[in-house]
């Protein structure tokens, strides 16, 4: 039987790299989330190459999408899940909480907070069908409390220290059903979204973001050098990509 991941926001960026690398490994099975499947052009020629992608619809920031979501998963993972990775995300940051306005803040935590919620709320059923039993939410550094830098992203750090929050009450929750729950962060990954973060910022914190940033490749590669390693010792806890730990 194949060990089966589910990853949100798979059509481009790091999603796509981790689908990508993810396809490469026999016995495995990707279910991917898109928001249109016609768009997703290179998911859709990605599963005719490998055989082992499916594409199911799914707007993590929409009620209506996420209700839509178990009759897909019927159909496509029966047998159940053995990885949830959380990864779809919207960022729009660099306000100042003085500044961001009203729609800025619902639609992060919409998005990068209650989207996921619900999500593992429809998945929970099939991820106990499995012994793997493991659970990554996609974060950022920038929700981290401990280890905060001096640069305000407003709702985008907020709704991913709450995402945060929320790996971390379901690592006490789901303990006693040996699920693995733990945060992590990608890197500075040269994506869409990042050249559109960089544009924004002041100009003399450019290089320095430049010099941070690693590919989706890259990221997607460590991210599962990180969930292959594992142990139910690892729940609860916030990791960065290259394996160290984050401080909440």
């Known amino acids: 039987m194949p060990e089966v991941y589910f ?53 993590v920031s929409s009620e209506e999408s996420v209700d839509a979501l178990d009759e897909q998963l019927q159909k496509v993972a029966p047998d159940g899940i053995d990885v949830y990775i959380s990864n779809a995300a919207y960022v729009d940051c660099l306000y100042t909480v003085k500044d961001a306005p009203r729609r800025i803040w619902i639609d992060h935590y919409k998005t990068n907070v209650l ?12 991820l106990v069908k499995k012994e793997t039993r493991k659970i990554i939410f996609i974060s950022s550094s920038s929700g981290s ?9 407003s709702a985008y750090g907020q709704s991913k220290a709450a995402l945060n929050y929320t790996g971390k009450e379901l690592s006490s929750e789901l303990q006693a059903e040996n699920f693995t729950v733990i945060s992590l962060h990608p890197g500075v990954v040269a994506t869409e979204a990042a ?28 991210q599962l050098e990180i969930i292959d390693g594992l142990t139910k010792e690892s729940t609860g806890k916030f990791f960065s990509y290259e394996g160290s730990e984050i401080p909440w």
Do not use: C, H, W
Request: glycine share 6%.
């Open 7 to 59: 990853i949100t926001g798979a059509n481009r960026g790091i999603g796509y790299a981790v689908v990508e690398e993810l396809s490469k490994r026999s016995n495995v099975k990707i279910i991917a989330t898109v928001r249109s499947i016609e768009k997703a052009e290179n998911l859709i020629s990605l599963k005719n190459k490998t055989g082992n992608v499916e594409l199911v619809t799914l707007d």
């Open 115 to 126: 989207g996921p919620i619900l999500v593992y709320q429809v998945l929970y059923p099939y």
């Open 145 to 153: 409390m401990g280890s905060y830098f001096p640069l305000s992203t």
């Open 195 to 222: 050249e559109e973060f960089k544009a924004k910022l002041n100009p003399d914190l450019v290089p320095l973001i430049e010099q941070m940033s690693i590919t989706p490749a890259a990221s997607a590669i460590k």
